[in-house]
C-alpha cells in the first residue's frame, strides 16, 4: 500500500482487518519495521482521536514521529495553480509537499471540506495534490470526503463482534453546525465493501435531503423511516451530517432523529457506535452513551490497532 | 502510585525525596523502564517548565511521549453532566479522557481554576472526572489547587542543602493578575508533611486577607509580619496567590511585600526560591534573583529528577 | 562546535560540507551518537522547514527532540533589563533560557526581527542573551540577522554540483510585506566565506537602496543591473528582503525584479535557488519553479543534512 485514503487502496480487506485486530492482542509484534523510519503528521484541522492514535500506532511499529500543525505552527497555504501570491498564502502546497517529502518517510494529512463548493471539496484536490506533491505514500488522516482510518476501526469493531453477517445501520443524527459528510460516507464506503464479501448488512437512515452521495453508497439500502430501518439491527452507527444535495446545509426535520434507549427495544439488543467528538443528548443520548449498548470507546480504542494496520503494510512496501 | 495530584498520594515522602536526588546524579539507571509505554501529557493552559521537565523525565525512563495542547489542537471539552451540548464544547470529558486512557499508559493532565466560583475549584471536579473516566494512571501536571511536580522539587531543593531542620517560609508577593492558589495551597501541604517527618520548620507569611484554605495549611504557622517572619530562615518562597477569602480577588495591601536583598539582613543568609515564571521587581527583585541567593534555577532544575521520580514510581505499579 | 549562528563558528568548512554531503548517502552512520541526548527546539515564530528538518536531523544521530512553541505553548517573554514586569510579557529571557538549558543538552532557538529598531535587531540581542544564560550549546534556526542552517544546505547545494569555481548570484525579488534581511545576509556571509576558499564567485544583485549591511558582504560583487549580474551565472539565489538602509522599508522598485525563464538566456544555464517559502508569481514565476531550472525542493532537502552536520558537531563536543 503506498495510499490510503478509500477503501478502495486495500487489496485485501479481510488481511488488514485480521492485522488490526492481531495487534490488538499482541501490539510489539513489528516493534522493529519502523526503525530509521519516520512519519510526520500534518494537521491543518483539530484532531484528538487521530492524533493521538496514529502518533501511538507508529510508536509502536519503532517509528519516529514528527508532528506539525500547518496553521498554527508553519505558513498558510495556496493550493490554486496560476495565481499570483500577493495575498495571505505564504507558501504553495506544491513546494510544502515536496519539502516534507524529502524530510519523512510517511506523511499523514488531515484536511477538512469547506462545505461551499461541492465540486471542489468532492474532487478532493487538496488531498490529491498533496499526494502528487508529497511524491512518497500518503495517510489521510481525514479528508474532505473520507475518513478511512475511522471507517477501518469501525469495521474491525464489527468485526471484532463474531456476529454472522450482522445487520448495521448507519442513522442520522441532529447537530447544531453543519458538519463534512467525509465520516459517513467512508464508513459507508467501507460497509458496502464488507457487504460485498458477505461480512455485514448494511443500511442507511436519514430524513430525506440527506441521502449521501451515490458515489459511496453504491449497495446500501436507503431508508428514511429511522423505527424501520433499525428493526433487528446489530449495530446502529449514529452520525451527523449536512445535506449533500443542498451542500452544507441544515435542512428543517421533522421527527426527533436523536437515539434514546427506548428506541433499541425492536433492535437486535443493538450496539450503539459514534467516531466521536459527540456531542451529548444533541447527537445522542446520555443514557445510551453510558448505557450497555454503547460502544463508542470500544470502537476509538480500535483507531489504535487500525492504524498500526495500515502504517505496517506501508513499511512493508518502502 | 496509580494517581499524583498530592503529597496524600505519596506512601514513603523520604524515599520518593532520595529517588528524585538519586535520579539527579544518575538520569539513566531506569532507561528501559518504560520501554513500550506512552505518557501522554494534556495541557489546557500554557506550560514551560513542567511541559518540557515532564517529558524529558519519561524520555530519561525510556518512554515515549504525545503531547496534546487539548484547546488548540482537540476539542473544547464539557465537563457538566446532563446538560445539552448545543453550545460551543465539541466533546465531553466523559469521552475525552476515556479514549486517551486507551491510547496512553499514563495520562498527564493541566488544568487551571477559572478562579470564580470556589467551591467548583476546590472540588477539583475537572481533575477527578479527567481521573475517574482516563482508568490510567494520572499525573497532575498543576491542577486547580494542586501543583505537586513543583512542590515535590521544592522539596527536593530543600532536602539537597542538607540543612538540619531548615526554618522554611513561604512569603505572599505583588502581582497584576490575580493568580491561583495552587502553587502555594501546595507548597504548604508538602511542608507540613515534612514538618510532620521532623524535616523543616514552617511558617507562612501573608498579608490579611490572603491566608489559604486551612485544608493545606494545617500545622504550618501563619504570620502576617513578614520581616517577622524570615528572621532566622533558611529558605524564603516567594509567591503571589490571589485571596482565597474573597475568592480570585487581588486585596489593597499596606506594605512593600516585593523581597529585597536588604530584607534578607536578618535571615539566616536565605536562599530565595519561586517556582517560576517569576515578574521581575514586581513579585521578586532583579537583585535577589541575579544574586547570590537565589536558587531559583536549581529548583527548576529539580522538577526534571522530581517528576522522573513520580514517574518510575507509577511503571512500576502498572 | 558549541554555538551555530554564523559562517565564524564554523572551523573549518570545506570538512563541514563533507560531512553533511556524506549524511546524505549515509544517514545512519551516527545514530548513536545522540544518545540520552536531548535537543529543545524553541520557536517564537513559524517554522516548516526549519522545524522538520532539524528535527529529523536530530532524529537520525539518535537525541531525543522537544519541540516548544514559546509564544502559544508557554509564556510572553521579557528581554529588556531593569524594568518592572507588570505588563504582558510573563517570564524573563534570563529564566526562561537558564531553565530550558537545565532540561535539554542543546537548544535550538527561532527568533525573527522586529523590523522596526536597526540597532536592536543587528546587536542580536536576543539571541545573544538567550545563549547567555542557556549555558549550553545553542543553534540558531534563524536569528535577526542571520539563517546559518539555510546557508550551509545553499552552499551543500552548490557544492554538490560539483561545477568548478561556479558563479553565484543572490538576486533580490519583490514581495509585498517587508520582510528580514536574515537569509540574504547569511547566504552573503557563507558565499563571501565560500569565495576567500575559492570555492565560488560571488555577486549581489538589487535595485538601489537595497544593499546589504556590509558586515555580511565583505568581498562581494554588487550590482544593479539584474540582466548584467547574472550573465553566466551558474546559480541564481532569488530572494526579498527589505531595506536595511531604510530600515525594514520596501522602496519603490522601477525594474521588473521577478526572474522569469528568458531572463536565464544569457546566464550558464542557471540553476534557480529559493530559501521557501516562496510566493509563486510574485518572487519568482511559476515557469522556473516548475521547470527544469529549479533545484529548491533538491536545496530544501539538504537542510536536513546540514542540519544533521552541525549537531554532529554539537554532540562530538558536548
Not at 138 to 147: D, W
Not at 194 to 219: K, R, S
Not at 278 to 293: A, F, K, W, Y
Amino acid at each position: 500500500m503506498k495510499i490510503f485514503s478509500s477503501v478502495n487502496d486495500v487489496k485485501d480487506l479481510k488481511k488488514l482487518l485480521k492485522e488490526a485486530i492481531d495487534f490488538k492482542s499482541n501490539p510489539y509484534t513489528h516493534s522493529e519495521l519502523g526503525k530509521y523510519k519516520t512519519i510526520g503528521l500534518v494537521f491543518l484541522n483539530p484532531s484528538l482521536r487521530t492524533r493521538i492514535s496514529t502518533q501511538r500506532a507508529a510508536i509502536n511499529l519503532g517509528m519516529d514521529v514528527i508532528v506539525m500543525n500547518m496553521d498554527k505552527d508553519g505558513w498558510a497555504l495556496e493550493t490554486r495553480d496560476g495565481v499570483v501570491m500577493n495575498g495571505t498564502t505564504v507558501e504553495h502546497i506544491r513546494e510544502a509537499a515536496a519539502v516534507m517529502g524529502t524530510y519523512c518517510d510517511i506523511l499523514g494529512l488531515r484536511s477538512f471540506p469547506k462545505l461551499k463548493d461541492k465540486e471542489e471539496d468532492y474532487s478532493e484536490e487538496f488531498f490529491n495534490k498533496f499526494v502528487e506533491y508529497a511524491k512518497i505514500p500518503v495517510v489521510s488522516l481525514e479528508s474532505a470526503t473520507r475518513h478511512p482510518l475511522q471507517s477501518l476501526a469501525d469495521l474491525v469493531t464489527i468485526t471484532e463482534s463474531n456476529l454472522v453477517k450482522p445487520k448495521v445501520v448507519l442513522s442520522w443524527a441532529p447537530h447544531v453546525k453543519p458538519l463534512p459528510q467525509a465520516v459517513p460516507n467512508s464508513f459507508s464506503e467501507w460497509m458496502c465493501a464488507a457487504q460485498e464479501l458477505g461480512m455485514v448488512d448494511f443500511t442507511i437512515a436519514c430524513p430525506p435531503g440527506y441521502e449521501l452521495c451515490n458515489d459511496f453508497t453504491n449497495g446500501a439500502t436507503i431508508v428514511h423511516d429511522r423505527d424501520e430501518a433499525i428493526k433487528n439491527a446489530d449495530f446502529i452507527y449514529v452520525k451527523n451530517w449536512s445535506s449533500f444535495e443542498k451542500y452544507g446545509e441544515i435542512l428543517p426535520v421533522e421527527k426527533d432523529w436523536m437515539l434514546k434507549t427506548k428506541d433499541l427495544e425492536n433492535t437486535n439488543n443493538a450496539k450503539v457506535m459514534h467516531c466521536l467528538p459527540v456531542r451529548r443528548d444533541l447527537e445522542l443520548s446520555s443514557e445510551i452513551l453510558d448505557g450497555p449498548n454503547s460502544i463508542v470507546i470500544q470502537q476509538a480504542g480500535n483507531r489504535l490497532f487500525s492504524a498500526q494496520a495500515v502504517l505496517k503494510n506501508i513499511l512493508e512496501n518502502i
